[in-house]
C-alpha cells in the first residue's frame, strides 16, 4: 500500500477556517480512540461513547479524520474500526464511500459557486453608456 508522503497528489490539503472550527485532536486522543476500539469489531458512536462520555459525535470524527486512516469510518459504516482489524473488503468499502462522498460534496459545491456568480454578474452595478 502506498503512502500519501511517496505521493505528494495524494496529500491534498483542505484545511479552511470551517476546519478550525472541529475540535482540536491530539495524539493522545487518536491513542485512546485505537485502544478502544482495538479487537471489538465494529463500534457505533453510542457504544464508544458509553465506554468513554467525553467521545461525542464530533469529536470522534474528527479523531477518525485526523488519523491518517488508522481509523475506518465513513458514511453509512457500521460505526468506527481499527484499520489493522479491517478486511480488505471493508477498507475498499470505506475508499469508494468516501471518494463518492467527495465527488458529490464538490458537485453540490461547483453548484452553488456557479449560482453565486451568476448572483454577482446580476447584481454587478452597469457602467453608463
Given amino acids: 500500500m502506498m ?3 511517496a ?7 483542505f484545511s479552511s477556517a470551517a476546519a478550525a472550527k472541529a475540535p ?3 495524539s493522545d486522543d487518536l491513542a485512546r ?4 476500539l482495538s479487537g471489538r469489531g ?6 464508544i461513547h458509553a465506554l468513554d462520555p467525553s467521545l ?7 479523531i477518525a479524520e485526523a488519523s491518517d486512516g488508522a481509523i475506518v469510518s465513513y458514511p453509512g459504516s457500521p460505526g468506527f474500526r481499527v484499520f489493522d482489524d479491517a478486511s480488505e473488503a471493508e477498507i475498499s468499502h470505506a ?15 461547483l453548484a452553488l459557486e456557479r449560482r453565486h456568480h451568476r448572483r454577482q454578474l446580476v447584481d454587478r452595478p452597469q457602467p453608463p453608456l
Avoid: C, H, N, Y
Fill in 33 to 36: 480512540l485505537l485502544a478502544l
Fill in 3 to 5: 503512502s500519501t508522503a
Fill in 56 to 62: 461525542d459525535d464530533r469529536r470522534l470524527r474528527a
Fill in 24 to 26: 482540536r485532536v491530539t
Fill in 7 to 13: 505521493d505528494p497528489q495524494l496529500a491534498l490539503d
Fill in 42 to 47: 465494529w463500534l457505533r458512536a453510542a457504544q
Fill in 95 to 109: 475508499i469508494e464511500a468516501l471518494r463518492s462522498q467527495g465527488k458529490r460534496m464538490i458537485a453540490r459545491s
